[in-house]
């Protein structure tokens, strides 16, 4: 109950293709979805996140679509760029707890 | 603003010994999350300190413990290497243990 479950595994899409995401949840308590995005080499970087409350959020070329009913939420990169090529980690949290839970990871490629 | 640092980058041990990871945390912020994470896999959360108190823990044996100092630096320790703790260690620090974390790099751990 306390995994996040993302897919793709990994993705190739064309230079200004939308890459989209998937992760799904089953512990109805989480309340904070975050999106990081990492670099080889790097540590993981916050993207985006999104509350339960709102069904999306929108921040530059990046989209959190978020389905309370379904338990499910997805990134979409708008007009991708080859600079967005990294691995994407979905993760969970809830309220009164600090530990996120975090998905496999999506190694996303944007071909030129 | 000072970003997350964590040293050394890369260490080589060999199993049964004792290692030191040390992290400094962004300016301002007093909470400090410990993650491991695998090769191809999400991070796992280890603990957190806030004020220099574990403010809460993960599935990791009593060999990985923790320190926080006074000025929100911390250091993981780990006794008793095993093969398995191969792995990137990261470092997060957030504002009174909030959920938006900001990692540094990590350092990459061998155990032969």
């Known amino acids: 109950q306390q995994q996040v479950k993302q897919s793709p595994q990994s993705l190739i899409v064309q230079k200004g293709g939308i890459p989209i995401i998937n992760c799904a949840y089953e512990n109805t308590a989480f309340d904070y979805f975050p999106w990081y995005q990492q670099f080889p080499g790097k540590g993981p970087a916050l993207l985006i996140a999104i509350r339960p409350d709102v069904s999306e959020k929108k921040e530059g070329r990046f989209t959190i679509s978020f389905n309370k009913s379904a338990k499910q939420f997805s990134l979409h990169i708008m007009d991708s760029q080859p600079g967005d090529s990294a691995t994407y980690f979905c993760a969970a949290s809830w309220n009164s707890n600090y530990q996120l839970i975090w998905g496999a990871g999506t190694k996303l490629i944007i071909k030129p | 603003e000072t970003g997350v640092t964590q040293s050394p980058t890369h260490l080589i041990k060999t199993r049964g010994q004792q290692v030191t990871l040390r992290c400094s945390s962004q300016s301002g912020h007093n909470t400090v999350s410990w993650y491991q994470q695998a090769l191809g896999q999400g991070p796992q959360f280890i603990f957190q300190y806030y004020r220099e108190e574990e403010n809460g823990r993960g599935n990791f044996p009593p060999r990985f413990s923790g320190l926080q100092f006074p000025n929100y630096s911390s250091e993981l320790n780990v006794n008793a290497l095993e093969l398995d703790d191969s792995a990137l260690y990261l470092c997060?620090?957030?504002?009174?243990?909030?959920?938006?974390?900001?990692f540094g790099p990590g350092t990459r751990l061998t155990v032969l």
């Open positions: 997060a620090s957030s504002l009174g243990g909030g959920l938006e974390q900001f």
